[in-house]
């Protein structure tokens, strides 16, 4: 008696759903993966003093291996002060106050200037922070972008001159970066006004007195 053969069930079409369900498995599938890839261990023969010194770890992505580079940066404190008697001693106080942060010895404390500053100026400055050395840098704000007119803008802002204001502004957006004490040497920079105080830690909420909550 002849059998028919079993039929074969026809190909189903992928609906919209469940090609949306492939694909979201497929992306979840890969970055899995590559989260596993860039968390691997790194090979033994790096010991533990190496990975837990102060060098870069860098990752081979086609050999799936970490190598290590000396990592010779700083973390960089960086103020602008000009010659007035007032920012000196507004600076000098600044300066002081890092000994409540505890700084690494190795921090790197650059002053910008903008004015020339006497031997007597930068003799208090270095004298407030003797634990360590003090960089001056000279900061030129006679100096304008190209295409642009000092005498012909207009300052929408001013105090002590047209321009001040905006260039003081201008060197810390940019220009403080075009400096190879800064490029060189300094990993981040954390930028003191000649007005900053650091107070060591207080349990006293800021403006308590005042009945102002923080929440």
């Not at 008696?1 to 190909?11: A, E, F, I």
């Not at 105090?159 to 502004?169: A, C, E, F, L, V």
């Amino acid at each position: 008696m002849h059998r028919p053969s079993p039929r074969r069930p026809s190909p189903r079409l992928l609906t919209p759903k469940s090609l949306l369900t492939f694909l979201t498995f497929l992306c979840l599938s890969l970055s899995l993966y590559t989260f596993l890839t860039l968390h691997a261990s790194p090979p033994s023969t790096l010991t533990a003093a190496e990975i837990t010194s102060k060098n870069l770890r860098i990752y081979d992505k086609s050999k799936h291996t970490f190598s290590l580079q000396p990592y010779s940066k700083t973390t960089c404190i960086a103020a602008l002060v000009s010659n007035e008697d007032e920012d000196i001693d507004d600076l000098r106080i600044a300066l002081k106050s890092l000994n409540n942060l505890n700084l690494d010895s190795k921090t790197k404390i650059i002053i910008f200037y903008e004015s020339d500053l006497t031997m007597s100026h930068t003799n208090k400055i270095t004298k407030s922070l003797p634990s360590h050395h003090i960089d001056f840098e000279y900061i030129n704000f006679q100096t304008f972008p190209e295409l642009f007119n000092p005498s012909v803008e207009e300052s929408n802002w001013h105090k002590r001159s047209k321009w001040g204001y905006h260039q003081m502004i201008r060197f810390w957006i940019t220009r403080v970066w075009d400096f190879e004490s800064v490029r060189e040497n300094c990993d981040s920079l954390m930028r003191v006004d000649s007005d900053s105080c650091f107070l060591p830690s207080t349990k006293e909420g800021m403006r308590l007195e005042e009945g102002i909550v923080y929440r």
